[in-house]
Nanobody, 123 residues
Framework: QVQLVESGGDLVQAGGSLRLSCAAS????????FGWYRQVPGKERDLVAT???????TYSDSVKGRFTINRDNLENMVYLQMNNLKREDTAVYYC?????????????????WGQGTQVTVSS
């Protein structure tokens, strides 16, 4: 099992910056990919950014160039630095930890989630 606790969400003006933190505990050695997702009421949870155990990163087009994901393996922390925030970035942000499991029937994902942290961007 892996436990995730997010922090850092806040109310910020458009153009401002925030850094979200995700503290991971438990069997973190088994995690292949960490990610940040976000969700607004009535909509699906969307991928924001991921970082692999090798350090490779991916970003959604909407945040590319503004957000940066990184991880501290010694401290079991994952961060999301968010710059030049826009009103449309307002959402609950969730930390995700994914195990990628190879099995005879194919590849399976085992996902863990934090409780979420609210980011609100005002104009």
């Amino acid at each position: 099992q892996v436990q995730l606790v997010e922090s850092g969400g806040d109310l910020v003006q458009a153009g401002g910056s925030l850094r979200l933190s995700c503290a991971a505990s438990g069997k973190t050695f088994s995690i292949n990919v960490f990610g940040w997702y976000r969700q607004v009421p009535g909509k699906e949870r969307d991928l924001v950014a991921t970082i692999s155990d090798g350090g490779s990163t991916t970003y959604s087009d909407s945040v590319k160039g503004r957000f940066t994901i990184n991880r501290d393996n010694l401290e079991n922390m994952v961060y999301l630095q968010m710059n030049n925030l826009k009103r449309e970035d307002t959402a609950v942000y969730y930390c995700n930890a994914r195990q990628i499991l190879d099995a005879p029937g194919g590849v399976y994902y085992n996902d863990y989630w934090g409780q979420g942290t609210q980011v609100t961007v005002s104009s």
